[in-house]
């Protein structure tokens, strides 16, 4: 299984931006996807997280109304839409997948499997 990130950049406080992930050799479709961000001497971070199961959601509480995950199965690729983007959003963002046993939310970095590289997305105020 590999996930390939793409859609970091640099952008100015308020901008946004749209991470992709597609997997290989993975279905999104049935299966929990999940966003994760570190900053430099920080913990990785659930930041959103799909279980597409039966298609349940959940957001960290800095960015509930701002960033949006949405999982476009025939294109097999999720997506992180990232809206009012603040300087404290700047970090390394992981895409990470695992098989979804359950109707339940995964969030916890060591709830999953498959990892991608990450991508930079840098926040300037």
């Known amino acids: 299984v590999q996930l390939v990130e793409s859609g970091g950049g640099s952008v100015p406080a308020g901008g946004s931006l749209r991470l992709s992930c597609a997997p290989s050799?993975?279905?999104?479709?049935?299966?929990?996807i999940a966003w994760f961000r570190q900053a430099p001497g920080t913990e990785r971070e659930g930041v959103a997280c799909?279980?597409?199961?039966?298609?349940?959601?959940y957001y960290t509480d800095s960015v509930k109304g701002r960033f949006t995950i949405s999982s476009d199965n025939a294109k097999n690729t999720v997506y992180l839409q990232m809206n009012s983007l603040k300087p404290e959003d700047t970090a390394v963002y992981y895409c990470a997948a695992r098989y979804s046993l359950s109707e339940k939310w995964y969030c916890l970095a060591g709830e999953y499997d498959f990892w991608g590289q990450g991508t930079q997305v840098t926040v300037s105020a």
């Open positions: 799909i279980n597409n199961r039966p298609g349940n959601t």
């Open positions: 050799g993975f279905s999104v479709d049935r299966n929990a």
